[in-house]
C-alpha cells in the first residue's frame, strides 16, 4: 500500500517566528520581513499541473512504465525502473521543473530569498550509489546547464548518505545518514538566498519524526548562474554505480509549499 502522509512541517510558516528562525543567519529576516505563501499545489486536485514542466521519459525508452511520473492520492509519484533511460544514454530520469500556479510560474531571480517546504518518502529500493543519485536541483533553466543546488544520495566508503552540495564550488552543505531515513516519511526545508558569486545563502534542515535529523547553513556562497534559478525534483541517477545499489525504485514527495520573504 502507498504510504500517505496527514501531517504539515512543523515549522512555524508565518509572522515572525517564520522569518527568525534560529541559527538562519542570512536568513533570519528583519521585524518587517516575513514568509509568504507563493505556491502550495495539490496532487489530487490539480495534479501535475503543479509544475512547469515534467520530464518523463523524455527518451521515450520504457513506454510500458508511462506514466512514471503522476499523482497519486495527496502525493506525487516518481518510478524509475532499471530499463529507463535518459537521452544521454549513461543516466536515468525522471523530474519536474519548476512552481507553477495557473497561466504563470514562479521566477527565482539575483536578490530573493525563497523557502521550499515539503515532505519526502525514500523507500529502501532507493538507495545511495557511489555515482551521482540527485533527488532535488536547482539549475538554469536550459539543457546542458549544470545545477546549482543538488539533494543527493551518495554512497560514502560504503555508507548510505544523504548531502545537500553547492557543485559550482563542490561546497559540501552538509551530509547525514540515509538509512535511517528510509521506509518513512522526512520532512524538508530548504531555503536559499538567490545572490552570483558570494552573494547567496542557503539553509538545509531534514526532521524525522518531529527530530531534526541535520540543520547546516552556508552564507557567502554562489547560487545564480544566469536568468533565473529553478527547483527541480524527482529520481536522476548515474548507470555508473559500482555498489549494486540500482533497483526498481520510486519516491514520494507530498504537502510542496514555496514562499518568499517579503
Known sequence: MTPTR????????????????PGAGAHAASQQQKWQQKWAPSASTGGLKAFETVEDDRADSHPAGHP??????????FTMHTVDRDTMTDRQRQEVTG????????????GQTWRLTYSMFIPSSLK??????????MKQPGNGTSPIVVQSLRRVNGVQTIELQLPISGTLIGRTG???????WTDVDFQIKV??????????????????????SATGVDTF??????????????????????????LLL????????V
Do not use: C
Not at 128 to 137: G, L, N
Not at 254 to 261: K, P
Open 6 to 21: 496527514r501531517t504539515l512541517l512543523t515549522a512555524a510558516l508565518s509572522g515572525a517566528a517564520a522569518a527568525g528562525l
Open 68 to 77: 512514471h511520473i503522476l499523482p497519486e492520492g495527496d502525493n506525487f509519484r
Open 99 to 110: 512552481l507553477r500556479n495557473g497561466d504563470s510560474y514562479l521566477k527565482w531571480l539575483p
Open 128 to 137: 545511495a550509489t557511489t555515482s551521482f543519485t540527485h533527488i532535488m536541483q
Open 178 to 184: 540515509l538509512d535511517p531515513l528510509h521506509d518513512k
Open 195 to 216: 545572490g552570483d558569486k558570494t552573494a547567496g545563502s542557503v539553509r538545509w534542515i531534514l526532521k524525522s519524526g518531529g527530530t531534526t535529523v541535520i540543520d547546516k
Open 225 to 250: 548562474l544566469a536568468d533565473r534559478v529553478r527547483p527541480k525534483w524527482g529520481i536522476y541517477r548515474s548507470l555508473g554505480d559500482t555498489s549494486g545499489s540500482l533497483q526498481n525504485t520510486y
Open 254 to 261: 507530498t504537502n510542496l509549499r514555496g514562499y518568499q520573504l
